[in-house]
């Protein structure tokens, strides 16, 4: 079972919530939003974004590069933990 399929639940719960900032942006942009409350607005699912985009790569590091049903070296798990807070850094 796939990384993504495990976490169907949580991955759609997300994808969801951007969906309804992204909605937002667009209301603010059809009416009268200020542009601060825009720029916000776009912020905020930039940021969403990128969690979700952090989130899988890490289930995919996790699931793919890391076999699961393998025993994992110590320094390949250190290595993971490292490369995957550098990636959250990077994307926040």
């Known amino acids: 079972m796939s990384h993504t399929t495990k976490d169907?639940?949580?991955l759609l719960s997300r994808i969801r919530r951007i969906k309804g900032?992204?909605?937002?942006i667009e209301r603010a942009l059809d009416g009268e939003g200020e542009c601060?409350?825009?720029?916000?607005?776009?912020?905020?699912?930039?940021?969403?974004?990128?969690?979700l985009?952090?989130?899988?790569?890490?289930?995919?590091?996790?699931?793919?590069?890391l076999d699961p049903n393998q025993k994992t070296h110590p320094s390949q798990l250190e290595?993971?933990?490292e490369l995957m807070s550098v990636v959250k850094r990077y994307l926040n």
């Open 8 to 10: 169907k639940k949580k």
């Open 79 to 81: 290595a993971a933990d």
């Open 21 to 24: 900032q992204t909605e937002a």
């Open 53 to 65: 985009m952090a989130e899988l790569i890490e289930g995919h590091l996790r699931f793919h590069v």
């Open 36 to 51: 601060e409350e825009i720029l916000q607005l776009v912020a905020s699912c930039r940021g969403a974004l990128n969690g």
